[in-house]
């Protein structure tokens, strides 16, 4: 079965100066896939994801984000991609009902595909009471329920998550992986970063990085047999203590 392929990376680099943060790094990821990117602090793997969202220019190499060159065409990746991080995906000082408005504009929905959407989304996260609440007013696991779903307003290729669960509670990281789930479901491929190490158990496969390399690639169970390791804790120990450089 040919799988559809809708990130691919040939020796993806990038430097600053004499110093090479991601090296050569060479991948593809499949639609509907849940691929974790592991890599300890200093690893490269946000500088790595950067690029791939077209916020930064390769110093060399290609990659192809949902069929688009992240040298020519950053634009129509930044439209056709959502993007959720645990530092910013939310404006605290807007309505709930405002950020999806907002959000939906910059993802280009038409006003009435924001309106039939917006309400879909309240819905299901039963939020109806909630709509017109400033996002600061919601607790933390909320808020990332509700950045998550915002992401996907516009059923993008991919979705990319930069530690969406950061200072959670484990019950509601479980619900939110759940969502996760369910979007990769329905199509979606997710990109995750996480530091939690029993997240990178749910992923189909996980890289590994170290020192702007990829060390590791491969489904967790496939990781844990090779490096013969109970948890991709123990995984991602063993090959975290061969980095020479940390943030």
Known sequence: ??????????????????????????????????????????????????????????????????????????????????????????????????????????YGLTDKEIETKSEALINKLNLSNEANKVVSSLPLGWKQKLAFSIAILHEPKIVFLDEPTGGVDPITRRQFWDMIYE????????????????????CDRVSIMVDGVITALNSPKGLKEKYKAETMEEVFVMLARSAKRGE
């Open 1 to 106: 079965m040919n799988r559809e392929i809708v990130i691919r990376t040939e020796k993806l680099t990038k430097k600053f100066g004499d110093f090479v943060a991601v090296d050569e790094v060479s991948f593809e990821v499949y639609k509907g896939e849940i691929f974790g990117f592991l890599g300890a602090n200093g690893a490269g793997k946000t500088t790595a994801m950067k690029m791939l969202i077209g916020i930064s220019k390769p110093s060399y190499g290609n990659a192809q984000i949902g069929g688009f060159d992240v040298y020519k065409q950053t634009e129509q990746i930044k439209k056709n991609i959502g993007y959720m991080s645990q530092k910013f995906s939310l404006y605290e000082d807007l309505t709930i009902k405002e950020n999806i408005r907002l959000f939906g504009g910059i």
């Open 183 to 202: 979007a990769a479901h329905n199509g979606i491929t997710i990109f995750v970063t996480t530091h939690y190490m029993d997240e990178a158990e749910y």
